[in-house]
Protein backbone atom coordinates (compact mmCIF):
# COMPACT_ATOMS: atom_id res chain seq x y z
CA UNK A 1 0.00 0.00 0.00
CA UNK A 2 0.99 3.39 -1.06
CA UNK A 3 -0.55 5.22 1.72
CA UNK A 4 0.28 3.68 5.19
CA UNK A 5 -1.63 5.49 8.02
CA UNK A 6 -4.77 6.07 6.14
CA UNK A 7 -7.63 6.60 7.79
CA UNK A 8 -10.41 4.56 6.48
CA UNK A 9 -14.19 4.53 7.95
CA UNK A 10 -15.61 1.01 7.57
CA UNK A 11 -19.17 1.72 7.77
CA UNK A 12 -21.36 -1.39 9.30
CA UNK A 13 -18.18 -4.63 9.76
CA UNK A 14 -21.04 -7.61 8.84
CA UNK A 15 -20.78 -10.63 10.30
CA UNK A 16 -17.69 -12.27 12.37
CA UNK A 17 -16.23 -13.81 9.47
CA UNK A 18 -15.85 -10.59 7.83
CA UNK A 19 -12.55 -10.04 10.26
CA UNK A 20 -10.10 -11.16 7.95
CA UNK A 21 -11.00 -8.66 5.40
CA UNK A 22 -10.41 -5.88 8.69
CA UNK A 23 -7.09 -8.04 9.80
CA UNK A 24 -5.77 -7.82 5.89
CA UNK A 25 -6.22 -3.86 6.09
CA UNK A 26 -4.80 -3.41 8.65
CA UNK A 27 -1.43 -5.37 7.62
CA UNK A 28 -1.79 -3.08 5.03
CA UNK A 29 -1.07 0.27 7.08
CA UNK A 30 -4.32 1.26 7.36
CA UNK A 31 -6.09 2.88 10.69
CA UNK A 32 -9.27 1.44 10.74
CA UNK A 33 -12.10 3.47 12.39
CA UNK A 34 -15.44 1.12 12.62
CA UNK A 35 -18.78 2.60 12.85
CA UNK A 36 -21.65 0.46 13.52
CA UNK A 37 -24.63 -0.10 15.56
CA UNK A 38 -24.67 -0.45 19.22
CA UNK A 39 -23.50 -3.63 20.69
CA UNK A 40 -22.11 -4.97 17.62
CA UNK A 41 -19.24 -7.92 17.52
CA UNK A 42 -17.32 -5.32 15.62
CA UNK A 43 -16.16 -3.18 18.80
CA UNK A 44 -14.03 -6.19 20.06
CA UNK A 45 -11.81 -5.35 16.86
CA UNK A 46 -10.03 -2.02 18.53
CA UNK A 47 -8.98 -4.12 21.53
CA UNK A 48 -7.52 -6.87 19.30
CA UNK A 49 -5.52 -4.13 17.24
CA UNK A 50 -7.04 -4.50 14.03
CA UNK A 51 -9.18 -1.47 14.23
CA UNK A 52 -7.81 1.97 15.85
CA UNK A 53 -11.34 3.17 16.90
CA UNK A 54 -15.00 2.01 17.36
CA UNK A 55 -17.94 4.75 16.80
CA UNK A 56 -21.66 3.95 17.71
CA UNK A 57 -24.39 5.15 15.28
CA UNK A 58 -28.19 4.09 14.84
CA UNK A 59 -29.05 1.59 12.09
CA UNK A 60 -32.50 1.44 10.94
CA UNK A 61 -32.29 0.64 6.74
CA UNK A 62 -33.15 3.97 5.64
CA UNK A 63 -29.73 4.45 3.95
CA UNK A 64 -30.22 8.52 4.36
CA UNK A 65 -31.04 8.70 7.76
CA UNK A 66 -28.22 6.34 8.33
CA UNK A 67 -25.87 7.98 6.60
CA UNK A 68 -26.58 11.21 8.51
CA UNK A 69 -25.88 8.78 11.80
CA UNK A 70 -22.33 7.91 10.41
CA UNK A 71 -21.55 11.20 9.52
CA UNK A 72 -22.68 12.69 12.64
CA UNK A 73 -20.73 9.77 14.89
CA UNK A 74 -17.19 11.02 12.44
CA UNK A 75 -17.88 14.63 12.96
CA UNK A 76 -18.49 14.15 16.80
CA UNK A 77 -15.23 12.66 17.63
CA UNK A 78 -13.47 14.46 15.16
CA UNK A 79 -12.32 11.86 12.67
CA UNK A 80 -12.04 12.86 9.47
CA UNK A 81 -11.39 9.81 7.06
CA UNK A 82 -9.16 9.25 4.01
CA UNK A 83 -11.47 7.06 2.07
CA UNK A 84 -14.74 5.20 3.15
CA UNK A 85 -15.78 1.47 2.44
CA UNK A 86 -18.24 -1.09 3.13
CA UNK A 87 -17.94 -5.17 2.59
CA UNK A 88 -21.55 -5.51 3.92
CA UNK A 89 -24.56 -5.81 1.77
CA UNK A 90 -26.86 -3.40 3.29
CA UNK A 91 -24.63 -0.96 4.44
CA UNK A 92 -23.85 0.09 0.93
CA UNK A 93 -25.51 2.86 -0.43
CA UNK A 94 -25.02 4.53 3.11
CA UNK A 95 -20.94 4.07 2.69
CA UNK A 96 -21.68 6.00 -0.63
CA UNK A 97 -23.53 8.34 0.59
CA UNK A 98 -21.08 8.89 3.49
CA UNK A 99 -18.40 9.80 0.85
CA UNK A 100 -20.16 11.38 -1.67
CA UNK A 101 -20.60 13.88 1.49
CA UNK A 102 -16.77 14.01 2.58
CA UNK A 103 -15.78 14.31 -1.13
CA UNK A 104 -14.19 11.13 -1.28
CA UNK A 105 -13.78 8.32 -3.80
CA UNK A 106 -16.59 6.38 -4.34
CA UNK A 107 -19.35 4.90 -6.79
CA UNK A 108 -22.41 7.68 -7.01
CA UNK A 109 -24.90 6.78 -4.88
CA UNK A 110 -27.53 6.48 -7.26
CA UNK A 111 -25.30 3.53 -8.70
CA UNK A 112 -25.45 1.98 -5.70
CA UNK A 113 -29.08 2.58 -5.18
CA UNK A 114 -29.80 0.52 -8.89
CA UNK A 115 -27.87 -2.25 -7.74
CA UNK A 116 -28.86 -2.39 -3.77
CA UNK A 117 -32.28 -3.00 -5.24
CA UNK A 118 -33.06 -6.09 -7.59
CA UNK A 119 -36.23 -4.23 -8.73
CA UNK A 120 -34.44 -1.05 -9.66
CA UNK A 121 -31.78 -3.01 -11.59
CA UNK A 122 -34.23 -4.78 -13.83
CA UNK A 123 -36.21 -1.46 -14.52
CA UNK A 124 -32.95 0.59 -15.01
CA UNK A 125 -31.05 -2.47 -17.70
CA UNK A 126 -34.11 -2.42 -19.47
CA UNK A 127 -34.06 1.80 -19.52
CA UNK A 128 -30.46 1.67 -20.70
CA UNK A 129 -31.68 -1.00 -23.28
CA UNK A 130 -29.59 -3.98 -21.78
CA UNK A 131 -31.12 -7.51 -22.08
CA UNK A 132 -32.96 -8.25 -18.39
CA UNK A 133 -35.70 -10.44 -17.34
CA UNK A 134 -39.17 -8.49 -17.16
CA UNK A 135 -40.00 -8.14 -13.35
CA UNK A 136 -42.67 -6.49 -11.53
CA UNK A 137 -43.05 -5.71 -7.61
CA UNK A 138 -45.35 -7.35 -5.64
CA UNK A 139 -46.74 -6.30 -1.91
CA UNK A 140 -49.54 -8.83 -2.19
CA UNK A 141 -51.17 -12.00 -3.09
CA UNK A 142 -53.49 -10.16 -5.55
CA UNK A 143 -50.30 -8.47 -6.88
CA UNK A 144 -48.73 -11.69 -7.22
CA UNK A 145 -51.30 -13.11 -9.50
CA UNK A 146 -51.71 -9.91 -11.51
CA UNK A 147 -47.87 -10.28 -12.25
CA UNK A 148 -48.08 -13.64 -13.13
CA UNK A 149 -50.69 -13.30 -15.99
CA UNK A 150 -48.67 -10.57 -17.22
CA UNK A 151 -45.19 -12.38 -16.88
CA UNK A 152 -46.23 -16.13 -17.17
CA UNK A 153 -44.52 -19.44 -16.18
CA UNK A 154 -41.77 -20.57 -15.23
CA UNK A 155 -41.13 -17.17 -12.97
CA UNK A 156 -38.64 -16.40 -9.78
CA UNK A 157 -40.46 -14.67 -6.67
CA UNK A 158 -38.02 -13.23 -4.88
CA UNK A 159 -37.18 -10.18 -2.29
CA UNK A 160 -36.37 -6.72 -3.48
CA UNK A 161 -33.52 -6.60 -0.65
CA UNK A 162 -31.71 -9.64 0.12
CA UNK A 163 -28.41 -11.63 0.27
CA UNK A 164 -27.44 -15.59 -0.73
CA UNK A 165 -30.99 -16.64 -2.43
CA UNK A 166 -33.26 -16.09 0.87
CA UNK A 167 -36.64 -16.28 0.11
CA UNK A 168 -36.02 -16.95 -3.99
CA UNK A 169 -38.51 -19.81 -5.60
CA UNK A 170 -39.10 -20.62 -8.37
CA UNK A 171 -42.82 -21.10 -9.57
CA UNK A 172 -44.51 -22.75 -12.48
CA UNK A 173 -47.91 -22.74 -11.97
CA UNK A 174 -51.20 -20.26 -10.69
CA UNK A 175 -52.07 -23.21 -7.48
CA UNK A 176 -48.30 -22.81 -5.97
CA UNK A 177 -48.57 -18.81 -6.00
CA UNK A 178 -50.23 -18.56 -2.43
CA UNK A 179 -48.19 -20.94 -0.62
CA UNK A 180 -45.42 -19.56 -2.66
CA UNK A 181 -46.04 -16.06 -1.12
CA UNK A 182 -46.93 -17.03 2.51
CA UNK A 183 -43.78 -19.02 3.19
CA UNK A 184 -41.74 -15.80 1.34
CA UNK A 185 -43.54 -13.71 3.58
CA UNK A 186 -42.17 -15.44 6.36
CA UNK A 187 -38.74 -14.65 5.42
CA UNK A 188 -38.47 -10.84 4.89
CA UNK A 189 -38.81 -10.33 8.35
CA UNK A 190 -36.25 -7.65 9.58
CA UNK A 191 -36.93 -9.01 13.12
CA UNK A 192 -35.46 -12.36 11.43
CA UNK A 193 -32.73 -11.26 9.02
CA UNK A 194 -31.83 -7.04 9.63
CA UNK A 195 -31.01 -7.12 5.56
CA UNK A 196 -35.31 -6.52 5.31
CA UNK A 197 -34.71 -3.07 7.40
CA UNK A 198 -34.42 -2.09 3.62
CA UNK A 199 -37.97 -2.88 2.44
CA UNK A 200 -39.77 -6.20 2.24
CA UNK A 201 -41.54 -6.18 -0.70
CA UNK A 202 -40.88 -8.87 -3.75
CA UNK A 203 -41.20 -9.01 -7.01
CA UNK A 204 -41.89 -11.60 -9.78
CA UNK A 205 -39.53 -11.83 -12.90
CA UNK A 206 -38.97 -14.37 -15.70
CA UNK A 207 -36.89 -17.39 -15.22
CA UNK A 208 -33.49 -17.54 -16.48
CA UNK A 209 -32.34 -20.75 -17.88
CA UNK A 210 -28.54 -21.62 -18.27
CA UNK A 211 -25.02 -21.89 -16.18
CA UNK A 212 -24.95 -19.32 -13.31
CA UNK A 213 -21.34 -17.80 -12.30
CA UNK A 214 -19.94 -15.35 -10.35
CA UNK A 215 -17.90 -12.16 -11.82
CA UNK A 216 -15.48 -10.34 -9.31
CA UNK A 217 -14.30 -7.12 -11.04
CA UNK A 218 -11.40 -4.68 -10.02
CA UNK A 219 -12.44 -0.81 -11.85
CA UNK A 220 -10.83 2.16 -12.16
CA UNK A 221 -12.70 5.37 -13.55
CA UNK A 222 -14.75 3.31 -15.93
CA UNK A 223 -11.98 0.51 -16.65
CA UNK A 224 -12.41 -3.20 -15.68
CA UNK A 225 -8.49 -3.76 -14.64
CA UNK A 226 -9.44 -7.29 -13.86
CA UNK A 227 -12.03 -10.33 -13.42
CA UNK A 228 -12.68 -13.73 -12.23
CA UNK A 229 -15.15 -16.21 -12.74
CA UNK A 230 -16.80 -18.62 -10.47
CA UNK A 231 -18.81 -21.28 -11.95
CA UNK A 232 -21.70 -21.83 -9.76
CA UNK A 233 -23.24 -25.25 -9.02
CA UNK A 234 -26.68 -26.38 -9.89
CA UNK A 235 -29.48 -25.30 -7.22
CA UNK A 236 -32.07 -27.46 -5.59
CA UNK A 237 -34.81 -25.89 -7.18
CA UNK A 238 -37.81 -24.78 -6.68
CA UNK A 239 -35.06 -23.15 -3.96
CA UNK A 240 -31.85 -21.14 -5.15
CA UNK A 241 -30.17 -21.98 -2.56
CA UNK A 242 -25.91 -21.83 -3.06
CA UNK A 243 -24.95 -25.40 -3.00
CA UNK A 244 -21.28 -24.23 -4.72
CA UNK A 245 -18.83 -23.45 -7.06
CA UNK A 246 -15.06 -23.30 -8.40
CA UNK A 247 -12.83 -21.47 -10.05
CA UNK A 248 -11.57 -21.14 -12.30
CA UNK A 249 -15.03 -22.25 -14.52
CA UNK A 250 -14.90 -25.04 -16.69
CA UNK A 251 -17.76 -23.91 -18.77
CA UNK A 252 -17.37 -22.79 -22.59
CA UNK A 253 -14.91 -19.91 -22.69
CA UNK A 254 -16.81 -18.16 -25.23
CA UNK A 255 -19.81 -17.91 -23.41
CA UNK A 256 -18.04 -16.92 -20.44
CA UNK A 257 -16.15 -14.20 -22.00
CA UNK A 258 -19.84 -12.51 -23.58
CA UNK A 259 -20.64 -13.04 -20.13
CA UNK A 260 -17.87 -11.11 -18.70
CA UNK A 261 -17.97 -8.80 -21.51
CA UNK A 262 -21.91 -8.23 -20.03
CA UNK A 263 -21.21 -8.14 -17.40
CA UNK A 264 -18.96 -4.96 -17.54
CA UNK A 265 -21.47 -3.01 -19.78
CA UNK A 266 -23.56 -3.46 -16.98
CA UNK A 267 -21.86 -1.88 -14.39
CA UNK A 268 -20.37 1.00 -16.93
CA UNK A 269 -23.63 1.64 -18.13
CA UNK A 270 -25.27 1.75 -13.95
CA UNK A 271 -22.44 4.13 -12.98
CA UNK A 272 -20.23 1.74 -11.27
CA UNK A 273 -16.83 2.68 -12.28
CA UNK A 274 -14.78 2.13 -8.94
CA UNK A 275 -13.49 -0.54 -6.97
CA UNK A 276 -14.04 -4.39 -6.27
CA UNK A 277 -17.81 -5.74 -7.80
CA UNK A 278 -19.42 -8.55 -7.02
CA UNK A 279 -21.72 -9.50 -10.07
CA UNK A 280 -24.03 -13.00 -10.37
CA UNK A 281 -24.93 -13.61 -14.18
CA UNK A 282 -26.08 -16.79 -16.14
CA UNK A 283 -25.01 -18.03 -19.53
CA UNK A 284 -28.46 -18.42 -20.68
CA UNK A 285 -30.09 -19.81 -24.33
CA UNK A 286 -30.79 -16.14 -25.02
CA UNK A 287 -27.35 -15.23 -24.44
CA UNK A 288 -25.16 -13.60 -21.13
CA UNK A 289 -28.10 -12.00 -18.88
CA UNK A 290 -27.72 -10.15 -15.23
CA UNK A 291 -29.08 -12.03 -12.01
CA UNK A 292 -27.86 -9.54 -9.49
CA UNK A 293 -25.37 -6.67 -8.79
CA UNK A 294 -23.48 -6.12 -5.93
CA UNK A 295 -21.65 -2.90 -5.35
CA UNK A 296 -18.73 -4.37 -2.61
CA UNK A 297 -16.57 -6.96 -2.95
CA UNK A 298 -18.18 -10.68 -2.92
CA UNK A 299 -18.25 -11.84 0.80
CA UNK A 300 -17.37 -15.31 2.48
CA UNK A 301 -14.32 -16.18 1.26
CA UNK A 302 -14.55 -14.79 -2.11
CA UNK A 303 -11.19 -12.57 -1.73
CA UNK A 304 -8.69 -15.44 -0.52
CA UNK A 305 -9.90 -17.96 -3.01
CA UNK A 306 -9.40 -15.14 -5.72
CA UNK A 307 -6.21 -14.10 -4.63
CA UNK A 308 -5.43 -17.99 -4.44
CA UNK A 309 -5.92 -18.71 -8.05
CA UNK A 310 -5.27 -15.42 -9.51
CA UNK A 311 -2.93 -13.61 -6.73
CA UNK A 312 -5.01 -10.57 -6.97
CA UNK A 313 -6.11 -8.99 -3.63
CA UNK A 314 -9.68 -7.74 -3.68
CA UNK A 315 -9.45 -6.30 -0.08
CA UNK A 316 -6.29 -4.44 -1.08
CA UNK A 317 -8.02 -3.53 -4.33
CA UNK A 318 -11.09 -1.65 -2.87
CA UNK A 319 -8.60 -0.24 -0.04
CA UNK A 320 -6.47 1.75 -2.30
CA UNK A 321 -9.99 2.44 -4.43
CA UNK A 322 -11.82 4.18 -1.81
CA UNK A 323 -8.29 6.26 -1.06
CA UNK A 324 -8.45 6.76 -4.18
CA UNK A 325 -5.07 5.69 -5.54
CA UNK A 326 -4.35 3.85 -8.66
CA UNK A 327 -4.02 0.24 -8.73
CA UNK A 328 -1.04 -2.05 -9.42
CA UNK A 329 -2.83 -4.91 -9.67
CA UNK A 330 -0.44 -8.00 -11.25
CA UNK A 331 -2.92 -10.77 -12.04
CA UNK A 332 -1.33 -14.51 -13.03
CA UNK A 333 -2.03 -14.89 -16.71
CA UNK A 334 -2.80 -18.64 -15.83
CA UNK A 335 -4.89 -19.85 -12.95
CA UNK A 336 -2.08 -20.55 -9.92
CA UNK A 337 -4.30 -23.28 -8.16
CA UNK A 338 -8.27 -23.68 -8.12
CA UNK A 339 -10.60 -23.35 -5.38
CA UNK A 340 -14.01 -24.93 -4.42
CA UNK A 341 -16.48 -23.73 -2.31
CA UNK A 342 -19.21 -25.94 -0.95
CA UNK A 343 -22.38 -25.22 1.04
CA UNK A 344 -23.61 -28.35 3.26
CA UNK A 345 -27.60 -28.59 3.56
CA UNK A 346 -29.40 -30.47 6.41
CA UNK A 347 -30.31 -33.70 4.72
CA UNK A 348 -33.16 -33.99 6.78
CA UNK A 349 -35.45 -31.80 9.70
CA UNK A 350 -34.64 -33.08 13.03
CA UNK A 351 -31.73 -32.59 15.44
CA UNK A 352 -28.35 -32.93 13.97
CA UNK A 353 -26.29 -36.04 15.41
CA UNK A 354 -22.52 -35.47 13.56
CA UNK A 355 -21.39 -33.36 10.80
CA UNK A 356 -18.20 -35.50 9.43
CA UNK A 357 -15.85 -33.35 7.45
CA UNK A 358 -12.69 -35.27 6.20
CA UNK A 359 -8.99 -34.21 5.76
CA UNK A 360 -7.19 -35.69 2.71
CA UNK A 361 -3.90 -35.22 2.38
CA UNK A 362 -2.99 -33.38 -1.19
CA UNK A 363 -4.85 -30.02 -0.68
CA UNK A 364 -3.08 -26.41 -0.73
CA UNK A 365 -5.72 -25.54 2.13
CA UNK A 366 -8.99 -26.35 3.96
CA UNK A 367 -11.33 -24.24 5.36
CA UNK A 368 -14.54 -25.19 7.16
CA UNK A 369 -17.06 -22.08 8.49
CA UNK A 370 -20.09 -21.92 9.82
CA UNK A 371 -20.38 -25.12 11.81
CA UNK A 372 -24.15 -25.75 13.45
CA UNK A 373 -23.29 -27.44 16.69
CA UNK A 374 -24.27 -30.90 16.84
CA UNK A 375 -27.58 -31.23 18.83
CA UNK A 376 -29.15 -28.27 16.99
CA UNK A 377 -32.63 -28.62 15.27
CA UNK A 378 -32.47 -28.14 11.58
CA UNK A 379 -34.59 -28.17 8.53
CA UNK A 380 -34.28 -30.55 5.63
CA UNK A 381 -35.32 -29.93 1.74
CA UNK A 382 -38.56 -30.37 2.59
CA UNK A 383 -39.18 -27.03 3.92
CA UNK A 384 -37.95 -25.76 0.56
CA UNK A 385 -35.04 -23.97 2.14
CA UNK A 386 -32.97 -26.42 4.37
CA UNK A 387 -30.90 -25.50 6.92
CA UNK A 388 -26.94 -24.45 6.18
CA UNK A 389 -24.33 -27.01 8.30
CA UNK A 390 -21.79 -25.45 7.15
CA UNK A 391 -19.21 -24.20 4.13
CA UNK A 392 -16.25 -25.23 2.88
CA UNK A 393 -13.90 -23.56 0.71
CA UNK A 394 -10.52 -25.70 -0.65
CA UNK A 395 -7.88 -24.46 -2.84
CA UNK A 396 -5.83 -27.75 -4.80
CA UNK A 397 -2.78 -27.35 -7.39
CA UNK A 398 -5.66 -27.40 -10.05
CA UNK A 399 -9.87 -28.01 -10.52
CA UNK A 400 -9.31 -32.12 -11.25
CA UNK A 401 -7.70 -32.26 -7.70
CA UNK A 402 -9.43 -29.96 -6.27
CA UNK A 403 -13.09 -31.32 -7.32
CA UNK A 404 -11.93 -34.98 -6.16
CA UNK A 405 -10.89 -33.54 -2.60
CA UNK A 406 -13.77 -32.23 -1.94
CA UNK A 407 -15.60 -35.48 -2.70
CA UNK A 408 -13.53 -37.15 -0.03
CA UNK A 409 -13.74 -34.02 2.33
CA UNK A 410 -17.63 -34.94 2.20
CA UNK A 411 -17.77 -38.34 1.60
CA UNK A 412 -20.14 -38.91 4.67
CA UNK A 413 -23.38 -36.91 5.34
CA UNK A 414 -24.33 -35.56 8.16
CA UNK A 415 -26.20 -37.58 10.32
CA UNK A 416 -29.94 -36.46 11.41
CA UNK A 417 -31.97 -37.89 14.36
CA UNK A 418 -35.76 -37.44 13.47
Given at each position: MSAPGATVAVVSAGYPGKRRAYARMAELGASLVIVDEPGHWSESLVAEGVAAAWLSAPVDGDP??????????????GVRPDGVLTFWEDSVGVAAR??????????????????RSKLRTRELAAQLGLPAPRAQRVRSLDELFAAAADIGFPAVVKPEFGARAAG??????????????????????????????????????????????????????????????????????????????????????????????????????????????????????????????????????????????????????????CLGLPQNLRPSRRPQAAAVNVIVYAPATGRLEALPIGKPAGYLSLEVDDEVPIGTEIQGPEAVFATALAEVTLVAKDLRTATALIAEVLRDPPRVAR
Open positions: DRDAQAVLAALAGTVAAELGLAGNPPEAVDAACIRVDDLESLPGVYTLVRRIVDPELDVIFRAGNDLLLEEYLDGVEFDVDLVMQDGECLFSSVSQNWPTAEPSFQETGLHCPPDHDRKEVRRLVRHVVETVRAFGLGQGALHVEGKCTSRGPRIVEVNARMGGGRVHEFVEAVWGVDLVEAQLQS
